[in-house]
């Protein structure tokens, strides 16, 4: 299921979340198994285009990346697909679930 490109912005988290106050993510797509293809540019962590983010419950508190809401251990989020090898340095991120299926045309800026 295709889901239109958009961009969210997010400000500092001042924790472990991996974002920055310039950090913008673009969601490009939804795809099967509960995974998202996203961009991720961030001057702290670098660029990430097309990367694979999977449906997970929050194993611990955090921050949404997009919306600053605060995320509760249990929340249903997404996160980066990472392996042992090559970890983004975005690995800690998440985003709260309900955001990835916001309308296009809303955005968080939380400047």
Not at 22 to 27: E, Q
Not at 34 to 62: E, H, M, N, V
Not at 76 to 81: D, E, G, N, V
Request: net charge positive; with cysteine; hydrophobic share 30%.
């Amino acid at each position: 299921m295709d889901t239109p490109s958009r961009v969210l912005s997010a400000q500092p988290l001042g924790n472990p979340s991996g974002t920055s106050p310039s950090c913008t993510v673009t969601i490009e797509e939804r795809l099967e198994n509960k995974r998202i293809a996203l961009s991720w540019s961030d001057p702290t962590c670098g660029s990430y285009r097309g990367q694979l983010w999977r449906y997970a419950i929050a194993p611990k508190p955090g921050v949404c990346a997009l919306s600053g809401q605060p995320i509760k251990r249990g929340d249903a989020i997404f996160r980066p697909q990472a392996r042992s090898r090559n970890a983004p340095r975005n690995r800690n991120a998440m985003i709260l679930a309900a955001w990835i299926d916001r309308p296009c045309g809303l955005t968080a800026d939380r400047r």
